[in-house]
């Protein structure tokens, strides 16, 4: 495309001739890459094609900045990541490109998993980034588990374990009133709550719901009530903290109610 490689000399360009754009590394634009990456999310969460649009395009910038510093450097070029990734679409859909016969997604995901083993990944776990959003994480680790039968097979004890952890958070919680090794007790506690979350995501992937999108959207709805909120005391000339909470209350749940 004509677009594409002129898009990639403006990038070239920038490089050798801003100021700013010259100094950047890999590492500098790591938060960069992140924030855009988040920014096609919610674009895609507010079913803004427009706003989508927009992103994609500042996402691809990175991408294309990214392989012009490699370049430079010449450990890769632009041409490397796209053969690369090329051949890894084609070994990796054998059901279309080969003749491998599949009946459903599922066993397109398994054949997917299956590969990377045998690509020279040491462990079925390997490939959940580190700097992924830990919900999001403990799902894909979850999720993965689950493709080699590490799971249970219906709903009722992955619910009965969300209530098994919050059980013994309850119960170290209780345990650190009696003032013993109060260190060691915050360091119990932390780990159970971390294991009543974890148990809550298994929860969500058995009910086929992504636990950071639901999150995310659980976020928004409470900005939305709350700003509510602060228009209730602007207009009442209150400053928030001369508001009783039910007079709070009030003013959420009318906002619930609406949104």
Known sequence: MKEFDKFVEIVRKLRKECPWDREQTHESLRRCLLEESYEVLEAIDNNNMTELKKELGDLL???VFHSVMAEETNNF?????MNDEMKKLISRHPHIFGDVKIANSNEVKANWEALKIK????????GVPKEL???FRAYRIQEKASKVGFDWDD???VYDKILEEINE???AIEEKKDGKDVNAKREEIENEFGDMLFALVNYSRFLKINPEDALRKTVEKFIFRFHKIEEYAKEKGLNLKEMTLEEM???WNKAKESS
Do not use: H, M
């Not at 070029?77 to 990541?81: F, H, K, N, P, W």
């Not at 690509?119 to 390997?126: A, H, N, V, W």
């Open 169 to 171: 958070l309850k119960q």
């Open 133 to 135: 959003p830990s919900l």
């Open 119 to 126: 690509e020279g990944r040491k462990s079925l776990l390997d």
């Open 249 to 251: 209350d009030e003013v």
């Open 77 to 81: 070029t632009l041409e490397d990541i």
């Open 155 to 157: 709903l009722q004890p």
């Open 61 to 63: 910038l990175q991408v």
